[in-house]
């Protein structure tokens, strides 16, 4: 599904109305209805108490559609605008027009919500139409004021297009912002309503048709939603005549003494999320430890370390590396001297490759090592190690997860991950994807290992990097919401996300057949 920005928003709006025909006023129409609707399913009945707060603009606009088809159907409903009625125009003064027929009761704020209102208020469902997409800066005055009163409500609450405060944009909260149980957005999603933390704000998001025409919101050059059938796309049924080389070999390096736990999950998830073979490529002191641990995986010990520092035979390793369709990196490697030395030689292999955990520290430290990064390799950072590699703090990158994201694929020249609430997946050459699969599972130790190994299995069957690594990141989402589901948020480890790893690809091939609903919520990576 493709989520928009406000400036393609706004082109697609102009071009229903202005080429295809549609007025605008028939769009606000079918706009505010789908409101209304929303409203009629979380009441609780009829005798509920609606509060429909109207900004000055179009979104207010949706407001006054959503109050008259409300009143229509018995509602008690209140509309308070946040300005002198006399400010509307245009689509929104003909619905303010319009809903004085329907024997409304309308209060002016332009100061504010009155106390009363906000007594009455109480266990009221709560309608956010202050600003939509087209918010340019912070909230203040009587509009921030309003919308913290609003949030401290017990009623349901419900959006109009985006919860004001929210950048459509970017997702970050513009000085504060609504919280809302129901966003209904129309036409298309916005970015702003799955990049975090706008995404915590929005509640359930319904993508409302209202005239604007599918084909064209799909050739928008925006931002993708990933969702079952990115993963069920890189699980085609298997050909009768295949063997375990149709299906990659790949190799993981790392899981030195002390991590070898690591470099095992990334290891399993490779098998579990279909490599044909994987070889686990260490140090001979981890290597006596963990053979035959995983009975299906391979060891080759070609690294040494003594504590201080790691080595590796350049012709050895890349003897090693012969015929490997696949590689992860950094499960497991730790940092010591002699760590980038080896990086390099791998990456100079031009293997693809997923860089992951300590190689992503050691990269950020060592620009020699960052060079020899090539366009079939993905990074997988957590904010923390996004941070290092860009030089800004991780404040930084949790407040602009977009550009962040953005800015690691363009320094790199590889696909970036940012993992966290909503991973975001960014290629060099622009395209972006977020995915909003997964559970709170998923914030457990090695779960990182377990997207590595997840990704590193689909490159090793010749997967390009920018589709690997969303199908790699919807299908660990899936996984993570999936052991939750079983095993409750809190006792979910690492090695139970490997385990239902098939049980996702199950899920992502049945289709249309499996409810979206029953993968998880957003994921914590």
């Keep these: 599904m493709k989520l928009v920005t406000a400036d393609t928003m706004r082109g697609l709006d102009r071009f229903t109305i202005e080429t295809v025909g549609i007025p605008g006023v028939v769009l606000m129409e079918a706009a505010g209805r789908a409101v209304a609707q929303a409203v009629m399913d979380v009441a609780a009945d009829l005798s509920t108490r609606v509060l429909v707060v109207c900004g000055p603009g179009n979104n207010g606009g949706d407001g006054f559609v959503a109050a008259r088809h409300l009143l229509d159907a018995g509602f008690d409903v209140v509309v308070l605008t946040l300005c002198d009625k006399r400010v509307y125009s245009g689509d929104a003064a003909t619905n303010l027009k319009a809903l004085d027929f329907f024997n409304p009761t309308v209060v002016e704020g332009p100061a504010g919500i009155p106390d009363e209102l906000v007594r009455w208020a109480s266990g009221a469902v709560v309608v956010d139409a202050i600003f939509g997409t087209g918010l340019q800066r912070a909230v203040s005055g009587v509009y921030a004021d309003t919308i913290d009163i609003l949030n401290t409500l017990q009623g349901p609450a419900v959006a109009v297009d985006i919860p004001s405060g929210i950048d459509s944009d970017t997702g970050a909260v513009m000085g504060t912002a609504f919280e809302a149980d129901v966003t209904v957005t129309f036409g298309a999603a916005k970015v702003g309503h799955y990049i975090w933390p706008g995404r915590g704000h929005c509640g359930e998001v319904r993508v409302t048709p209202i005239g604007i025409p599918a084909s064209l919101i799909e050739r928008t050059p925006d931002l993708c939603l990933l969702g079952r059938r990115d993963v069920a796309a890189a699980f085609q049924e298997r050909t009768p005549d295949s063997y375990k080389n149709t299906y990659g070999h790949v190799a993981v390096i790392g899981g030195l003494p002390g991590k070898t736990g690591a470099a095992i999950l990334a290891a399993r998830a490779t098998m579990r999320a279909?490599?044909?073979?994987?070889?686990?490529?260490?140090?001979?002191?981890?290597?006596?430890?963990?053979?035959?641990?995983?009975?299906?995986?391979?060891?080759?010990?070609?690294?040494?370390?003594?504590?201080?520092?790691?080595?590796?035979?350049?012709?050895?390793?890349?003897?090693?590396?012969?015929?490997?369709?696949?590689?992860?990196?950094?499960?497991?490697?730790?940092?010591?001297?002699?760590?980038?030395?080896?990086?390099?030689?791998?990456?100079?292999?031009?293997?693809?490759?997923?860089?992951?955990?300590?190689?992503?520290?050691?990269?950020?430290?060592?620009?020699?090592?960052?060079?020899?990064?090539?366009?079939?390799?993905?990074?997988?950072?957590?904010?923390?190690?996004?941070?290092?590699?860009?030089?800004?703090?991780?404040?930084v990158v949790q407040g602009e997860r977009l550009k962040c994201a953005k800015n690691l694929a363009a320094m790199t020249g590889a696909v970036a991950v940012l993992k966290g609430a909503g991973t975001i997946v960014a290629s060099p050459d622009g395209r972006l994807a977020v995915s909003d699969s997964g559970s709170p599972a998923l914030a457990v130790a090695g779960a990182g290992d377990v997207l590595s190994g997840i990704i590193g299995a689909l490159l090793a069957r010749g997967i390009r990097p920018f589709e690997a690594a969303c199908a790699g990141v919807e299908l660990h989402g899936m996984a993570g919401g999936v052991a939750g589901d079983v095993l409750g948020e809190y006792s979910v480890s690492a090695s139970d996300v490997v385990e239902t790893i098939p049980e996702a690809i199950r899920i992502a091939c049945l289709g249309d057949s499996a409810p979206e609903d029953s993968i998880g919520e957003v994921s914590d990576v």
């Design 274 to 395: 279909g490599a044909g073979l994987t070889t686990l490529i260490t140090t001979d002191v981890a290597a006596s430890r963990i053979e035959g641990v995983c009975p299906d995986l391979m060891i080759d010990a070609l690294m040494m370390d003594d504590g201080k520092w790691l080595a590796a035979d350049e012709a050895v390793l890349r003897g090693g590396l012969v015929d490997r369709s696949a590689v992860v990196i950094g499960p497991g490697l730790g940092t010591r001297p002699g760590t980038g030395a080896m990086i390099k030689t791998v990456l100079d292999e031009g293997i693809p490759t997923v860089i992951d955990a300590d190689a992503l520290k050691v990269i950020a430290a060592e620009p020699e090592t960052a060079r020899s990064i090539h366009a079939g390799c993905v990074v997988t950072p957590h904010p923390g190690e996004a941070a290092r590699m860009l030089g800004v703090d991780k404040a």
